[in-house]
């Protein structure tokens, strides 16, 4: 069956510090993969997608960046933290590289920049 | 850029309730729009509508799609307190492949 792993489930961080959150999928290849941020009280805000290994679209600018090692692997990175990248953070595939396809989500990870 | 626009924002019922939530959406490539359900912490999928007219259902929830008036509703009967969630839609645009989310109708079920 497909799963999703997200970690750490909860991070603090202080203000310019660096960040990395792993994302890897399970019993899927080829998955299209997404990183979304959630504001409180916010929708789901797109930050990056990717298709392939090491193939990365940007949607917002801002200091956060994305690489995808491995196929079933996504990293979201930051050199250094801003108090407004605090959110709640949930990587998401979809299956076989369909896009169209729905997405399933990650458990999330919850930052906190301080 | 492509919009999702929910209502109410809040809803508030008591159980055993049927409650109706709108989504309208405005896409420049529509390909499916989709329901999910988020407690605590991700989104849970619900429902993935591609055509009009047809309804999907699973137990108490159901949703329809309407392409010509560019809306969905979700449907919930006999609501219990587990419904309590945050509801999000979402469609996805066949051109640049994304998908653009609504910021969701909060619904609390009161016992």
């Known amino acids: 069956s497909q799963t999703i792993h997200q970690w750490p489930a909860t991070l603090v961080q202080p203000v310019g510090s660096p960040l990395s959150l792993e994302c890897t999928v399970e019993?899927?290849?080829?998955?299209?993969l997404y990183w979304y941020r959630q504001a409180a009280g916010r929708g789901l805000q797109l930050l990056f997608y990717?298709?392939?290994?090491?193939?990365i679209s940007s949607e917002v600018p801002q200091n956060l960046s994305a690489s995808r090692p491995q196929d079933r692997q996504f990293i979201l990175s930051s050199k250094k933290l801003l108090l407004s990248d605090s959110g709640f953070y949930l990587c998401?595939?979809?299956?076989?590289?369909?896009?169209?396809?729905?997405?399933?989500f990650g458990p999330g990870t919850r930052l906190t920049v301080l | 850029e492509d919009k999702v626009v929910q209502s109410p924002l809040s809803l508030v019922v008591h159980e055993g309730d049927t409650v109706t939530l709108n989504c309208s959406y405005e896409?420049?490539?529509?390909?499916?729009l989709l329901w999910y359900k988020q407690e605590k912490k991700a989104p849970t999928f619900l429902f993935m509508l591609?055509?009009?007219?047809i309804e999907k259902k699973s137990g108490r929830l159901s949703s329809i799609l309407d392409k010509k008036e560019l809306s969905s509703i979700l449907n919930i009967t006999a609501t219990q307190t587990g419904d309590s969630a945050i509801y999000l839609c979402?469609?996805?645009?066949?051109?640049?492949?994304?998908?653009?989310f609504g910021t969701g109708t909060r619904l609390t079920i009161i016992p």
């Open positions: 019993g899927t290849s080829n998955p299209n």
């Open positions: 990717s298709v392939g290994i090491g193939q």
């Open positions: 896409v420049t490539n529509f390909r499916s």
């Open positions: 591609t055509s009009s007219g």
């Open positions: 979402a469609v996805f645009n066949f051109g640049n492949e994304k998908l653009t």
């Open positions: 998401a595939f979809t299956s076989g590289g369909a896009s169209y396809n729905e997405q399933f």
